[in-house]
């Protein structure tokens, strides 16, 4: 399963990079507000920043609304940088303006997914990535893992070759029942990779080794 980080925080990605897991990035409008970084020419070059620290993908979302306006704006974005991936709201433009861009070779990812029926719509229209959101469904006492199965069972029956990315990740447990399943793909904060890393036998085992070992020295 790759890792995506969900942030436009620099540091934060250096530090998921650095770490050596980092598959790509994922931001969003309100992902960027949160940074601070406003306005076209901005965000622009601070999508150019993520892909200098990131070696793999970074979607980068439209705002437009409308299919002309998407096809602008994703032209735009998708020229700026060979990693940026055109992220597109699951609304009948985004659909439209993704099968556009698939038969363009540009690379897609069709954000804001919240049934099978608009994961099957993604897949028709040729997304790289569909983008469920497992976090916002359990916030309204929906199972978001359970969407993640279901959409695995349509895709793996008709072989598409969308890969899966489960979005709105908020810790550990997501994503290791996302690996479960069978995601392609999570994107989570930060905390949610090195959460990961955390077992308090680890952290004893590994004090008790030091202490032998100064015990032998
Ligand atoms: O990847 C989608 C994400 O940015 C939304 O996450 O936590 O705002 O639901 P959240």
Redesign the pocket.
Known sequence: MKFFI?TANLSDIEEAQALGVLDGV?T?P??MAKEGITGETNILAHYKKICNIVEGDVSAEVISTDFEGMVKEGEALAALHPQIVVKLPMIAAGVKACKYFSDKGIRTNV?LVFSVGQALLAAKAGATYV?P?I??LDDISTDGLNLIAEIRQVYDNYAFDTQILA??V?HTMHVIDCAKIGSDVM?GPLSSITGLLKHPLTDSGLAKFLEDYKKGN
Do not use: E, I, K
């Open positions: 969900d994922t969003n309100s992902l954000t983008s959101f976090g916002r979005a709105s908020r994107t």
